[in-house]
T-cell receptor, first 112, second 111 residues
Framework: DARVTQTPRHKVTEMGQEVTMRCQPILGHNTVFWYRQTMMQGLELLAYFRNRAPLDDSGMPKDRFSAEMPDATLATLKIQPSEPRDSAVYFC???FGQGVLYFGPGTRLTVT | GESVGLHLPTLSVQEGDNSIINCAYSNSASDYFIWYKQESGKGPQFIIDIRSNMDKRQGQRVTVLLNKTVKHLSLQIAATQPGDSAVYFCAEILNTDKLIFGTGTRLQVFP
């Protein structure tokens, strides 16, 4: 039963600390997306990759957020420094492009 | 389980009744649409999709209708069950791979 995995599931950190979230996409999928879900904004697209190449990160605050795919089995989303307004659930999703995305369980981030 | 506590429109239906969830999309050039279901503490889960060259598609207990003239999608759930309680999102594909989500509707099923 192939699925997207994300770690950690929960993260509590203090303002100013670095946060790294990891995602393992479904084997064989060639697109990987990062979304953020908050009460006010719903599901926002932060960044996405096709064949490990970043295609669009216009939804991401560039000064503090970075997204990478070091290899086909790992995608990372890093926040440095973190701020309380970054508190949200961060979802990773993967797919074959122009089609259905399969979501992971999310990382719930709380920045105090 | 966790919940993001979204402030969403809510549809309350009695178990066994049919549910209709509506969605207005933004871009007339969008050519692919997907409905997702999100249960508390989980990621969105695919329900059904439809391409812009169709106006109706049926699945198991679910039907999606697409009206391109008014940029409107609906999801119909037949014989709604307690397990259908969740937040439902429509999403549209813009510019190749980008999947953009609507605001969501919370479905509550009561006995």
């Amino acid at each position: 039963d192939a699925r997207v995995t994300q770690t950690p599931r929960h993260k509590v950190t203090e303002m100013g600390q670095e946060v790294t979230m990891r995602c393992q996409p479904i084997l064989g999928h060639n697109t990987v997306f990062w979304y953020r879900q908050t009460m006010m904004q719903g599901l926002e697209l932060l960044a996405y990759f096709r064949n490990r190449a970043p295609l669009d990160d216009s939804g991401m605050p560039k000064d503090r957020f970075s997204a990478e795919m070091p290899d086909a089995t790992l995608a990372t989303l890093k926040i440095q420094p973190s701020e309380p307004r970054d508190s949200a659930v961060y979802f990773c999703a993967s797919g074959f492009g122009q089609g259905v995305l399969y979501f992971g369980p999310g990382t719930r981030l709380t920045v105090t | 389980g966790e919940s993001v506590g979204l402030h969403l429109p809510t549809l309350s239906v009695q178990e066994g009744d049919n549910s209709i969830i509506n969605c207005a999309y933004s871009n007339s050039a969008s050519d692919y649409f997907i409905w997702y279901k999100q249960e508390s503490g989980k990621g969105p889960q695919f329900i059904i999709d439809i391409r812009s060259n169709m106006d109706k598609r049926q699945g198991q207990r679910v039907t999606v209708l697409l009206n391109k003239t008014v940029k409107h999608l609906s999801l119909q759930i037949a014989a709604t069950q307690p397990g259908d309680s969740a937040v439902y999102f429509c999403a549209e594909i813009l510019n190749t791979d980008k999947l953009i989500f609507g605001t969501g509707t919370r479905l509550q099923v009561f006995p």
